[in-house]
């Protein structure tokens, strides 16, 4: 079973979104560095209210899915289809455009920490103008299993095998299989703990460390990366992660490969043009 190993890094870096949400963005976040299907990764974290107060106010997406997953604090969610969802620490709300949507992301605090992620993922050509989705997916329903070695991993996309254990999370479990497979992994690990996934051998993947650092791959040839940053894999069907001397947390991320402008992903000028017309003389919400 062939080991990936390191094969770039992309550190992130500050920028601000919505109404001026202070964040870090790795994937995404320079020209010609995506790593299809995945579109961006966002983090954002901090303590000062004025960093995240203004939210996200309403906006249009077509062509894609957006991921958001919560550390710390409260967010609320609200779309023209009439969802509304409470994302709270460790929530997950799993968000499919579709051929379009209008939705929010506001605070539900004025105070404290805020502190996650938000990830797009690609669709298909033939999925691009489905029906938009919305799901709401709680803490307590994704798995959080003890590692042999110390310290815990989260399942939120894709399947886990630990100890002879094998854990599916709520999303893209076997009975629920996505178009781009996607796995999506919270890991914590202590010093110098090792953890070992297997990952379609076809899937382009990547580990970004939001806490301590970490060493991929295995003896001499492992390779480390720094806070809050992202580390491109190599091809493979495994990939093998260490901890640093102050321990980790990291999401590792994979998906099986499916042309973006501003919130529109689309596959040809055209589309990305007609998404603009239709947001623009109001028909990009309604159902086709």
């Known amino acids: 079973m062939t080991t990936r190993s390191l094969q770039h890094v992309i550190q992130s870096m500050p920028t601000s979104d919505g109404a001026g949400v202070k ?8 020209r010609g560095l995506y790593l299809d299907p995945f579109l961006m990764l966002d983090e954002f974290g901090t303590d000062h209210p004025g960093d995240y107060i203004a939210g ?3 906006h249009p997406h077509r062509g894609f899915e957006t991921v958001t997953y919560m ?13 509304v969802g ?37 669709l298909p050509a033939a999925e691009k103008m489905k ?40 999303v893209n479990g076997p009975a629920s299989r996505l178009s781009t497979d996607p796995l999506y992994l919270d890991l914590a690990l202590p010093a110098g ?19 301590g650092s970490l060493s991929i791959g295995d003896g001499a040839a492992a390779k480390a990366i720094p806070t809050q940053a992202a580390g491109v894999l190599t091809p493979g069907e495994r ?3 260490t901890a640093g001397p102050s321990g980790l947390r990291a999401v590792l991320i994979a998906g099986e490969p499916v042309v973006q402008y501003g919130p529109f992903v689309m596959n040809t000028r055209e589309e990305i043009e007609q998404a603009i017309r239709d947001y623009n003389d109001g028909t990009l919400a309604k159902a086709a």
């Open 23 to 30: 964040l870090r963005r790795s994937i995404g976040a320079q």
């Open 56 to 58: 996200f106010p309403a």
């Open 71 to 83: 550390l710390d604090g409260r967010m609320q969610h609200r779309d023209h289809l009439g969802n």
């Open 86 to 122: 409470d994302l709270g620490p460790g929530g997950v709300q799993w968000m499919t455009a579709g051929r379009g949507v209008i939705h929010s992301e506001m605070p539900l605090q004025e105070s404290g920490r805020m502190r996650g992620f938000q990830l797009w993922i690609n």
């Open 131 to 170: 029906p938009a989705g919305y799901r709401d997916i709680p803490a307590a329903e994704i798995p959080e299993l003890a590692l042999p070695e110390g310290g815990t991993i989260k399942v939120i996309a894709g399947t886990v095998e630990v100890a002879g254990q094998t854990v599916s999370g709520p």
């Open 193 to 211: 703990a090792r953890f070992e996934q297997a990952i379609g051998a076809s899937h382009n993947a990547f580990v970004y460390a939001y806490e």
């Open 239 to 241: 990939v093998s992660l």
